[in-house]
């Protein structure tokens, strides 16, 4: 097994202890599969609850007859594993990578229902205006998660920060990093500590979540890879659910509400600061997409 699985399989042990504290149970399908919309009670896990999208979205749902709760979490390591458990019906705050490496750990089956949107991930600095600039033998911080930290590599290798043994791929960790060739160290931090750590470093790949906690914008990016390639798939961002609950209609009708209400797509590229490339991508092809990376990432091992 490898030192990734490692990672995130003790990312998931930790996390269950805290989602059984979570009141109440998320509600269930008809054994039938059906689902009636009205007077429908959702539970939705985030990381971010007050982004500008989510009062618009808990709203057109109300409107559909649709009660939309959210469950709000402070790190990424703790939805899938409430989700899983039964504490809540979908969540929505991680691209497929993140889940393949979530449900690969775990031996859970969670699969992505729809499409929100693609971020560029950002390299940031408290100290330089220019990547150019940074010393050499400086230190650069990534997130320490499996899956954000292969995408955050790859983003300081395309910037000549660092060189990948690999060439990079969706699986590279720090053990890939070819130091005698790379420009800069690179640790491994929590996402959630980064912003206030980065005065402490030369640069920091900030996820999109906590960008604006250090006192940024998504424009002070001074490297950020392409969320528009087509190789780029695996990062887009998505609703999850429990395999039983793909072809749940009401879990469908939200996507459908998130993908068209003017008011959340309006809300979801303020909270970006207008990065965000907004999405509708089938789910089958989501699906199949997770199942690529899953491959992926068996035959790294």
């Excluded at 990381?47 to 109300?62: E, L, Y």
Aim: one cysteine or more; hydrophobic letters at 40%.
């Amino acid at each position: 097994m490898s030192r990734r699985i490692t990672s995130v399989i003790a990312a998931a042990a930790a996390a269950t202890a805290l989602v059984v504290s979570l009141a109440g149970c998320a509600s269930q399908p008809a054994a039938d599969g059906s689902s009636d919309s009205a007077d429908k009670t959702v539970k939705i896990g985030v990381v971010g609850k007050s982004d500008p999208q989510w009062p618009a979205f808990v709203d057109a749902a109300k409107k559909e007859g649709i009660t939309v709760e959210l469950v709000d979490f402070g790190s990424y390591e703790q939805p899938n594993p409430a989700l899983a458990q039964g504490e809540l019906d979908l969540n929505q705050f991680q691209h497929i990578v993140y889940l393949a490496q979530y449900d690969k750990a775990s031996g859970e089956d969670l699969q992505p229902i729809g499409a929100t949107a693609i971020y560029p991930l950002g390299l940031y600095s408290k100290k330089y205006e220019d990547v150019k600039d940074i010393k050499e033998g400086e230190t650069v911080a990534v997130p320490d998660d499996a899956s954000n930290q292969a995408r955050a590599l790859l983003v300081l290798q395309s910037a000549g920060l660092v060189s990948l043994k690999s060439g990079g791929t969706i699986v590279s960790d720090l053990a890939d990093v070819d130091t005698e060739k790379s420009k800069v160290k690179v640790t491994a931090l929590e996402a959630a500590i980064i912003p206030t750590a980065l005065p402490d470093v030369a640069a920091a790949i900030i996820n999109n979540d906590f960008v604006e906690d250090a006192g940024l914008s998504f424009a002070d990016a001074i490297a950020q890879d392409d969320p528009s390639d087509p190789n780029a798939l695996p990062y887009v961002n998505i609703f999850a659910a429990r395999a039983d609950d793909v072809d749940n209609p009401t879990y469908k009708k939200l996507v459908e509400i998130f993908q068209n209400d003017e008011g959340v797509q309006k809300g979801l590229q303020e909270a970006s600061g207008d990065t965000a490339v907004l999405l509708d991508t089938p789910a089958a092809d989501l699906q199949e997409s997770l199942k690529k990376v899953l491959e992926d990432t068996v035959i790294s091992e």
